[in-house]
Nanobody, 116 residues
Framework: QVQLVESGGGLVQAGGSLRLSCAASGRTFSSYAMGWFRQAPGKEREFVARISASGAYTDYADSAKGRFTISRDNAKTTVSLQMNSLQPEDTAVYYC?????????WGQGTQVTVSS
């Protein structure tokens, strides 16, 4: 069982930056691939970025490439998402995700609002 708690969301102007963090409980954090997803009002939840269990591999949605960076610290059991050059279309609730085999866990989400 893994519990995930996101933080770092807020209100930022277009062109600004935010850093989201996800704190994970559990002794097997380093076994999980971690990811960030987001859901805007009236839209389906969508993939943003993911990182492998070791941290060696990352993958990004096209909308995030070049602007967002995902990282993890297995010793601190945290995963972060650095978001730069934010735009109003990035406004959404951002969710942390942990996945290992059939196990799939979600945090409660953190709101990111980008004003124009």
């Amino acid at each position: 069982q893994v519990q995930l708690v996101e933080s770092g969301g807020g209100l930022v102007q277009a062109g600004g930056s935010l850093r989201l963090s996800c704190a994970a409980s559990g002794r097997t954090f380093s076994s999980y691939a971690m990811g960030w997803f987001r859901q805007a009002p009236g839209k389906e939840r969508e993939f943003v970025a993911r990182i492998s269990a070791s941290g060696a591999y990352t993958d990004y949605a096209d909308s995030a490439k070049g602007r967002f960076t995902i990282s993890r610290d297995n010793a601190k059991t945290t995963v972060s998402l650095q978001m730069n050059s934010l735009q109003p279309e990035d406004t959404a609730v951002y969710y942390c995700n942990a996945r290992y085999s059939a196990a799939n866990y979600w945090g409660q989400g953190t709101q990111v609002t980008v004003s124009s």
